[in-house]
């Protein structure tokens, strides 16, 4: 927890141009290897004023000399995260070295250890086999926090450990906690996101260790070789000073030493363990090993505890789906098919109420609101939420003022538009849930006009009363109506009456389906493997060596069986991505595109390619199929720009509306827009085999993950000039654990 005062998301954390005075620090420049800075402080574990090493070789200037050290330096400036590398003795003082890349230099930091504090890690190795056992062991999260406080507590000796998580508007909670009569408890108590500023919770991000020994301390500046030098990032450091405001902060909660680990769930800040002590404490380099390693079992634990009840949550919504479905199948219009299973229906998402809006017509079930406010609704949705299919939230008063007098049955909406032409809607409702919050200090209170630039002082308990909001809408819930749009706009509005005919033959294809899909899987592959075997052994046949005509037809036969087992893979990966559940997940699309051109290197050897890339950030969706998509897309660019001398290949990314488009655009042979509707069709090819090799399947493949995934696809071009194809994905803000 840190300040809450704006000018804290300004102030130059990474870079304060000081460190704390346990230690020092010295940077070295990795080309020249010589000392590029040092802290003010150095004098008295070296023994030579910090000045004048400035410039000189490191080796020559520190003794001794730390092992590992020179070994870590010689990999240059790729890794960023501190290695832990001995206790050295200087100038009698026993130090913990660590070590970092900042840029271009190289951050040796001498952690000073209080007389007998060099606990081995050997020595708490039992402590740390018997808590791993003990949180293992845990079944429920609630009670995974609490021990998570009370072991790290005993590792640590503070007076005080908070387990704190962030909401999805980066509240912090405080879920667990162990402490002694000497810091009071902040047990459930709630702490606002202006706390711990946008710009903190990404170093917290990065460095997931944080130590404060003591809160008075006076920083030790960093003396540099050139005065004109940036400064240095330290992000990764040990040592690193932190914010005034920050140790204002300490100060005001009374907490005169803390320590944090940052818990990391898939890569994203979920929450911090905290660590108060009442007056000033150090913990050696090796426990807070420990507890960094406590921190990010629980972690792990509290993903797969998450994953394993989204996955449960799925598996029980499908079967609700499947019955939507078919009821749907049966009945003359969907809409008659979701009334006719009310306790379906309201399942599907966890509602009390729900409608379907169909133009004029409103179909209300359970406990939804009168139809003319839910049309009302309806026409607010088509006019400032126009384009985004699924519209999801848990205070709609707070976005549409004239939905407060709803609030005891529509605080919460989920709706789907089922039709791109006309105002068609399928809305759930949860009425409001009103709930009294404990806040850590009113986070509603102005500052004195004189304390603008200082942390809030008061910690009291501050309770707020939370109104017009409902229970939010989880992950999997909003997955699942967005799949039964995809079901009513896919299936059910075009073939309703084809659908309840052919239920039972459905079913018996599907399993035919599955046969032939092992069949092609299984049984054709060999038979190809034999043609190019022995098509192979004919080539070195004597009779055929000096037959051109037959030696062309064998590789004419050769070519024709890799293109069949091609099209069988295609085959395989079109029907596997109609059929295969969406693992849902945070996706980093820059290591997508980078896993993509690695195994696409093979056909840009020898090529002349200019590669822009954008930065793509992260979507939520199923990595696999998304990687196919790129992989399909940037292939084909690939291979439509062979004939030109030098290609140029952009991979970009922007937003449109809720969603985000991707696009892959080539000056390559382009096509003629006439025919784009053919682009994404099975079989569907723009250009002669003999041209361009492929079988047809591809784009297809793209367009249907494309719609897995609740976006669409399409693609602009013009002969011999280029072409760019677009994807698009709904852009969520959702936490995935």
């Known amino acids: 927890m840190t300040d809450r005062a704006e000018p804290c998301e300004h102030e130059p954390i990474r870079v304060p141009g000081s460190i704390q005075p346990h230690g020092f620090l010295v940077a070295v420049d990795i080309g020249s290897q010589r000392i590029s800075r040092i802290s003010a402080n150095a004098g008295q ?13 490191w080796r020559e200037a520190i003794e001794p000399l730390p092992a590992g050290v020179q070994a870590r330096l010689a990999q240059g400036p790729h890794l960023q995260e501190p290695v832990f590398h001995a206790v050295q003795v200087y100038n009698g003082h026993s130090c913990s070295v660590s070590s970092h890349a900042a840029g271009d230099e190289f951050v040796l930091e001498f952690e000073a250890l209080e007389p007998g504090a060099q606990a081995s890690l050997d020595a708490l190795y039992p402590q740390i086999r018997a808590s791993v056992e003990l949180i293992r062991a845990q079944e429920r999260v609630e009670t995974l926090h609490g021990l998570t406080a ?19 508007a980066w509240n912090g909670t405080v879920v667990g906690e162990s402490r002694n009569e000497r810091l009071p408890s902040y047990l459930d108590l709630r702490f606002p996101a202006a706390d711990i500023p946008a710009q903190a919770r990404e170093l917290y991000r990065l460095n997931r260790i944080r130590l404060i020994p003591d809160v008075d301390y006076e920083p030790v500046p960093l003396l540099a070789h050139n005065p004109q030098a940036q400064p240095l990032d330290l992000s990764y450091s040990v040592l690193r000073s932190v914010s005034p405001m920050h140790l204002q902060y300490m100060r005001n909660m009374r907490t005169p030493a803390s320590m944090s680990f940052s818990l990391l769930v898939d890569g994203q800040l979920w929450g911090l363990v905290s660590c108060h002590h009442s007056e000033p404490r150090r913990v050696p380099t090796q426990v807070r090993a420990a507890c960094d390693f406590l921190a990010q079992i629980v972690a792990m634990q509290l993903a797969g505890k998450h994953r394993a009840a989204d996955a449960a949550e799925r598996v029980s919504l499908q079967a609700l789906q499947t019955e939507l479905l078919s009821s749907m199948a049966q009945a003359r219009h969907f809409a008659d098919g979701l009334a006719r299973r009310p ?19 409103c ?16 026409g607010w949705l088509a006019a400032e939420q126009a384009g985004q299919e699924v519209f999801a939230t848990d205070r709609l008063p707070a976005l549409w003022p004239d939905g407060a007098g709803l609030s005891a049955q529509a605080s919460g909406v989920l709706a789907i538009s089922v039709s791109q032409l006309h105002r068609s809607y399928v809305l759930w409702f949860r009425p409001e849930l009103v709930q009294t919050v404990s806040w850590g200090g009113d986070p509603r209170k102005a500052a004195e006009p004189d304390e603008r630039l200082h942390p809030r002082k008061s910690f009291e308990v501050w309770k707020e009363t939370l ?44 399993k035919e389906l599955e046969a032939f899909s092992y069949s092609v899987s299984h049984d054709l592959r060999a038979p190809f493997r034999h043609i190019v075997g022995y098509a192979e052994l004919l080539k070195e046949v004597e009779v055929l060596r000096d037959q051109p005509r037959a030696l062309r037809y064998v590789d004419t036969i050769i070519e024709s069986a890799h293109t069949a087992g091609r099209l069988v893979d295609g085959l395989l990966d079109f029907s596997q991505a109609g059929r295969v559940a969406l693992a849902r997940d945070r996706v980093n699309m820059d290591r997508t595109v980078r896993e993509c051109l690695q195994m696409l290197e093979p056909d840009t050897r020898g090529r002349d390619i200019t590669w822009h890339i954008d930065p793509l950030g ?10 196919q998509v790129f992989q399909n897309l940037l292939g084909n660019a690939i291979k439509y720009t062979r004939g030109r001398e030098h290609a140029i290949i952009r991979v970009r990314r922007e937003k449109q509306g ?30 002669r085999m003999e041209e361009f090799e492929g079988t047809g399947i591809g784009l297809a493949n793209v367009k249907r993950i494309a719609e897995r995934h609740g976006g669409k696809v399409w693609a602009e071009g013009e002969p011999d000039k280029g072409a760019t194809f677009f994807f698009s994905i709904p852009d969520r803000n959702e936490t995935v654990p």
């Open 658 to 687: 809720a969603n985000a488009v991707f696009s892959v655009s080539d000056n390559g042979v382009g096509f003629d827009m006439r025919y784009v509707g053919k682009l994404f069709g099975v079989f569907q090819r723009l250009h």
């Open 467 to 510: 109104r017009h909001r409902s229970e939010p809408w989880t992950p999997a819930q909003v997955d699942a109506a967005a799949s039964l749009r995809n079901a009513i706009l896919g299936i059910v509005m075009r073939k309703a009456e084809e659908l309840a005919e052919l239920s039972n033959e459905l079913r018996r294809s599907n």
């Open 618 to 627: 992260t979507v939520v969706g199923d990595a696999g199929m998304l990687r």
């Open 363 to 378: 179909l209300r079930i359970g406990q939804a609101p009168p139809a003319g406010r839910i049309l009302q609704l309806a």
């Open 45 to 57: 574990y070296l023994g030579r004023a910090p000045r004048s090493l400035l410039g000189r070789d």
């Open 343 to 361: 306790e379906a229906f309201l399942g599907l998402t966890q509602a009390v109420g729900a409608a379907v809006v169909l133009e004029d017509e």
């Open 150 to 168: 009370r072991l790290m507590r005993e590792m640590t000796g503070f007076d005080r450990v908070l387990v704190y998580r962030f909401d999805a």
